[in-house]
């Protein structure tokens, strides 16, 4: 199975929003509602910020958010902070008990 | 809190052989699908393969079919990934992750280092 595509990287200044997104297929992020994001940090473990498209594990600020339309997942932040300057992966369900994930994406915060 | 900590890594050669465990605690481990997700050096996340509650079903990526075997000891709450026939591209931290299977998302551990290298 192939990785879900992600920008390589994205960038914004301090207090703005940005996106980024995940395209994945019909065998995936289409077909599921199971797609995850996690945060990583140099050196670091990930860690999931959203789940199931668009839910936010508990401690998780609201400033990230998650969706979907179609083949394409997406996450957002808002109120850009320097702490979210990190790598971002998404992640789907691709059926037959397997996950798949993005290639990851470098957030900067300028 | 959920806690996992890997063990077993280190530098191999290449066709050589290593077991990875990985201890969890925090949860009651033989509820939960189990996985093993590496990172190459620089590069992205891969799932690689997962396990049941009782270890009857595994299921894993093409790639390490017929060379890596997870298994589980839910009496020792123990997760294990034995891998054989290593190859230079299996050089990779090795994360023993809750879920996703039911979870829908993973929860990590801290990782261990996997170098295959002559």
């Known amino acids: 199975q192939s990785a879900l595509t992600q920008p390589r990287s994205v960038s914004e200044s301090p207090g703005q929003s940005v996106t980024i997104s995940c395209s994945g297929t019909?065998?995936?992020?289409?077909?599921?509602?199971?797609v995850s994001w996690y945060q990583q940090y140099p050196g670091k473990a990930p860690k999931v910020m959203i789940y199931?498209?668009?839910k936010r594990p508990s401690g998780v600020p609201d400033r990230f958010s998650g969706s979907k339309s179609g083949n394409t997942a997406s996450l957002s932040i808002s109120g850009l902070q320097a702490e979210d300057e990190a790598d971002y992966y998404c992640?789907?369900?691709?059926?037959?008990?397997?996950?798949?994930f993005g290639g990851g994406t470098k957030l900067t915060v300028l | 809190e959920v806690h996992l900590v890997e063990s077993g890594g280190g530098l191999v050669q290449p066709g050589g052989s290593l077991r990875l465990s990985c201890a969890a605690s925090?949860?009651?481990?033989?509820?939960?699908?189990m996985s093993w997700v590496r990172q190459a050096p620089g590069k992205g996340l891969e799932w690689v393969v997962n396990?049941?509650?009782?270890?009857?079903?595994?299921y894993s990526v093409a790639s390490v079919k017929g060379r890596f075997t997870i298994s589980r000891d839910n009496a020792k709450n123990s997760l294990y990934l034995q891998m054989s026939a290593l190859r230079a591209e299996d050089t990779a931290v090795y994360y023993c992750?809750?879920?996703?299977?039911?979870?829908?998302?993973?929860?990590w551990g801290q990782g261990t280092l996997v170098a295959v290298s002559s």
């Open positions: 925090g949860f009651t481990f033989s509820n939960f699908w």
């Open positions: 992640c789907s369900y691709a059926g037959n008990y397997t996950w798949v």
């Open positions: 396990i049941n509650h009782d270890g009857s079903e595994t």
């Open positions: 992750a809750r879920g996703a299977n039911g979870l829908r998302y993973f929860d």
């Open positions: 199931d498209v668009s």
């Open positions: 019909s065998s995936n992020v289409g077909y599921y509602n199971y």
